[in-house]
């Protein structure tokens, strides 16, 4: 969640100084609203981690599910050999 949480703060100040610039702002303007951003987009950047840590980790546990099922299936009904 770190690395992501500060990617996030590291875009987010950066897209701040952009706009900041571009928008020919002074300075201590500039600084305010880009940490701004870098908070906002940082504690984005850590919920979707969350959130896609989370569901990988559920689909890993269906997916181990489903072969712990399908291996006790084919023990239970051993395949005829001919």
């Known amino acids: 969640m770190k690395p992501l949480l500060l990617l996030g703060a ?5 897209t ?3 706009l900041g610039l571009l ?9 305010w609203r880009s940490t701004l951003a870098a908070l906002a987009v940082g504690v984005l950047f850590r919920w979707w981690g ?6 990988l980790r559920v689909a890993q546990q ?7 099922a399908q291996r006790k299936e084919s023990k239970n ?3 005829k050999k001919t």
């Open 10 to 14: 590291l875009i987010g100040f950066l």
């Open 16 to 18: 701040g100084i952009v």
């Open 23 to 31: 928008n020919q702002s002074g300075w201590p303007s500039i600084l």
């Open 50 to 55: 969350k959130c896609w840590t989370q569901n």
């Open 62 to 68: 269906e997916r181990y599910a489903a072969l712990m």
């Open 77 to 79: 009904n051993p395949a």
